[in-house]
């Protein structure tokens, strides 16, 4: 039987309110039609596509603080991703909830991110897993011995940037440790800014939107690009995430990167058409 994939990161209880008629404006109060509770964050989102890709797949994340637990480990178990490598947040530690506010023209996020990440990784058997997705470079940057260990471990590792307003200085060190950079061409170009070589990896895939992707590996010079076919946008949320989903699954596979390129803008274009990170594929 394969190995399962590990997928490590920041894991959200998000509290999506639905069809908000405007965003709310100081002293004034929106009723909304509809609110949906779930689990949400990269890592798991591409986990979901994963297991909806055919993979047996663990999330390794510390999950939010009771009762919003509850409601994290249940999305899980409906997507079929093994929560055991998780922990519940400790006493003390806020839970961590992301509020969305979704309407026609705009969206917008209140998060609060609390505690660690993930579980200590040298406490879990990192050898019983094939590969190791990190949903965003911060999971990264505060733990950095998940990657070591994952290495050590023979595992490959594949990383989303994910946005920062203010990039630490130079990430260099940290992505070209590991094997898949998937930044999307904001990230790639604020990165840049900040001093980093964004193209460090042995392989980089940019996202970009409608216009599909692209991939270079470090061996050689030139881009290899995939448009994608634009479809309407109904949520653009996971949308790279469930994109990371679709590449790995054709790289795990060693397919050519134009078929990765491809697998990838499938899934990207698919979650852009469902709402919610994770909508389409319960
Ligand atoms: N309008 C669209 N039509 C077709 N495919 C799309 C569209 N928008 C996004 N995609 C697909 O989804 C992928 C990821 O989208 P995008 O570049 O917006 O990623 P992202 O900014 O990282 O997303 P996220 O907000 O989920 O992190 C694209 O590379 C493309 O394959
Ligand atoms: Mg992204």
């Known amino acids: ?26 002293g004034t109060e929106v009723f909304v039609p509809g609110l949906t509770l779930h689990a949400g964050g990269g890592a798991f989102i591409t986990g979901a596509n994963m297991v909806a890709l055919g993979h047996a797949v663990s999330q390794f994340s510390t999950l939010p603080a009771a009762p919003f637990d509850a409601v994290v480990r249940a999305d899980m178990a409906q997507y079929r991703v ?29 998060t609060r991110s609390d505690g660690p990440a993930t579980p200590d990784p040298a406490e879990i058997d990192l050898g019983q897993y094939a590969h190791l997705h990190i949903g965003e470079l911060r999971t990264l940057q505060e733990q950095p011995d998940l990657l070591r260990l994952a290495k050590s471990a023979g595992l490959t590792v594949s990383l989303d940037c ?24 904001a990230e790639m170009t604020a990165l840049r800014a900040a001093g980093t070589d964004a193209l460090c990896a042995p392989l980089t895939v940019v996202k970009n939107g409608k216009n599909g992707a692209r991939a270079r590996s470090r061996s050689c010079n030139a881009w290899i690009l995939n448009g994608a076919t634009p479809v309407e946008v109904l949520d ?46 319960k």
Request: charged share 15%.
């Open 1 to 26: 039987m394969k190995k399962p994939i590990l997928c490590a990161g920041r894991l959200y209880c998000d509290l999506v309110f639905v069809n908000t008629p405007r965003l709310p404006t100081p």
């Open 82 to 110: 093994d929560a055991s490598a998780c922990a519940t947040a400790a006493d003390g530690i806020d839970p961590q909830i992301t509020v969305a506010i979704s309407c026609a023209e705009d969206r917008a996020f209140l």
């Open 162 to 185: 994910g946005w920062q307003d203010a990039y630490a200085e130079n990430l260099s060190e940290l992505i070209s440790a590991v094997d898949v950079f998937l930044p999307n061409e």
């Open 236 to 281: 653009a949320t996971g949308a790279g995430d469930a994109f990371n989903a679709g590449f790995l699954s054709s790289w795990l596979e060693r397919a050519p990167l134009e078929q990765c390129l491809a697998n990838g803008n499938a899934c990207g274009a698919a979650a852009v058409q469902a709402l919610g990170g994770a909508g389409n594929l």
